[in-house]
């Protein structure tokens, strides 16, 4: 096992932390002088907070770790190619690098949809290198996608089925 696949399995199992919490399953972690400084993984369902994603989350926790808001010298591992929002912040950090583990051709902004991390123009670039364990990154957002249309496809078979707990003039439907 390579250094990268090890560190990618610690992602991973931040992913399943989330995946246990019904969240979208993305983990990830920050890496400084071949140690883990910080773990994230997604919470923003249960935190009700638009910013929980694992970036952000790791991110914070480094920036305290190391006591500055510069991650010179960093590399983080995530399961999921980041978003705009995360890829803006990982530039921001000044982050060295970032491993991604599989691409997200809807939202993905680390060459998917866009590539803000290698972005000519801006004053810092991220090094990129993709596909690390990306079959079971993949493989891991799948089967959770797959679970949330099979429960989805319940909720409405049962409210089909039992339509008496569907009452407009109950006061939750004002």
């Given at each position: 096992?390579?250094?990268?696949?090890k560190?990618?399995?610690?992602?991973?199992?931040q992913?399943?932390?989330?995946?246990?919490?019904?969240?979208?399953?993305?983990?990830?972690?920050?890496?400084?002088?071949?140690?883990?400084?910080?773990?994230?993984?997604?919470?923003?369902?249960?935190?009700?907070?638009?910013?929980?994603?694992?970036?952000?989350?790791?991110?914070?926790?480094?920036a305290?770790?190391?006591?500055?808001?510069?991650?010179?010298?960093?590399?983080?591992?995530?399961?999921?190619?980041?978003?705009?929002?995360?890829?803006?912040a990982?530039?921001?950090?000044?982050?060295?690098?970032?491993?991604?583990?599989?691409?997200?051709?809807?939202?993905?902004?680390?060459?998917?949809?866009?590539?803000?991390?290698?972005?000519?123009?801006?004053?810092?670039?991220?090094?990129?290198?993709?596909?690390?364990l990306?079959?079971?990154?993949?493989?891991?957002?799948?089967?959770?996608?797959r679970?949330?249309?099979?429960?989805?496809?319940?909720?409405?078979?049962?409210?089909?089925?039992n339509?008496?707990?569907?009452?407009?003039?109950?006061?939750?439907?004002?």
């Amino acid at each position: 096992m390579t250094e990268q696949e090890k560190f990618m399995k610690e992602a991973i199992r931040q992913a399943k932390k989330a995946y246990l919490l019904e969240e979208v399953p993305i983990g990830c972690v920050i890496v400084h002088e071949g140690k883990i400084i910080a773990r994230g993984y997604n919470r923003r369902n249960t935190d009700r907070n638009t910013l929980s994603h694992a970036e952000l989350i790791a991110i914070r926790k480094a920036a305290k770790k190391l006591g500055d808001w510069r991650l010179e010298e960093c590399t983080m591992y995530v399961t999921l190619e980041p978003c705009q929002m995360c890829s803006g912040a990982m530039m921001q950090a000044r982050l060295t690098e970032a491993v991604i583990g599989c691409m997200n051709p809807k939202a993905g902004c680390a060459g998917s949809v866009l590539n803000i991390l290698e972005m000519d123009g801006f004053n810092h670039k991220v090094q990129v290198t993709r596909g690390v364990l990306e079959e079971e990154c993949s493989q891991m957002m799948s089967q959770f996608f797959r679970e949330l249309r099979e429960k989805k496809k319940a909720a409405r078979s049962s409210l089909k089925q039992n339509p008496a707990h569907f009452n407009d003039n109950s006061p939750e439907y004002a």
